[in-house]
């Protein structure tokens, strides 16, 4: 009997743990396919065999870059999510660079920005990081 309680409650549980999970791959590939759009990529679905095993055959997840002549096309694969390939031109793919910086700059900025400022928190519990750090020193 205690097996059969602890089969349930665990399988119960499994769908709660992956739920968070699977929302925020959602919600990543959402921006992804909205960063690609955004930037002029256009989507192309993988809704033939033949585009099926080509699409297989290219890097997932990561552009190539493609050049015929004076043409560079970029093409991002995503097989797992959408089963499409995204398509776009070297200027598409240069704002979608410029469009990547600028979000990592705005990220890198608010956590710089962030300070962390909670009263019951009591920094020399770490001891000293050294001089410079804002602590007591402890005999660094």
């Not at 585009?51 to 890097?59: D, F």
């Not at 997840?61 to 493609?66: E, G, L, Q, S, V």
């Not at 995503?78 to 390939?85: A, S, V």
Request: glycine fraction near 6%; proline fraction near 6%; aromatic fraction near 12%.
């Amino acid at each position: 009997m205690k097996a059969l309680y602890a089969v349930l409650a665990s399988a119960a549980v499994v769908p709660l743990l992956a739920t968070p999970a699977t929302a925020e791959s959602k919600k990543s590939i959402a921006k992804m396919e909205n960063s690609l759009s955004a930037a002029g990529f256009i989507v192309k679905p993988a809704n033939s065999p033949a585009r099926l095993a080509m699409l297989a055959r290219l890097p997932k997840d990561k552009f190539a870059r493609r050049t015929k002549g004076d043409i560079v096309t970029y093409v991002y694969a995503d097989p797992k999510d959408c089963n499409c390939l995204y398509v776009g031109s070297q200027a598409a793919y240069g704002r979608y660079q410029q469009a990547d910086q600028a979000k990592n700059i705005v990220d890198q900025e608010r956590i710089a920005a962030e300070d962390y400022d909670d009263p019951a928190w009591n920094w020399d519990s770490w001891g000293s990081w050294g001089p410079g750090f804002g602590f007591r020193h402890h005999g660094w």
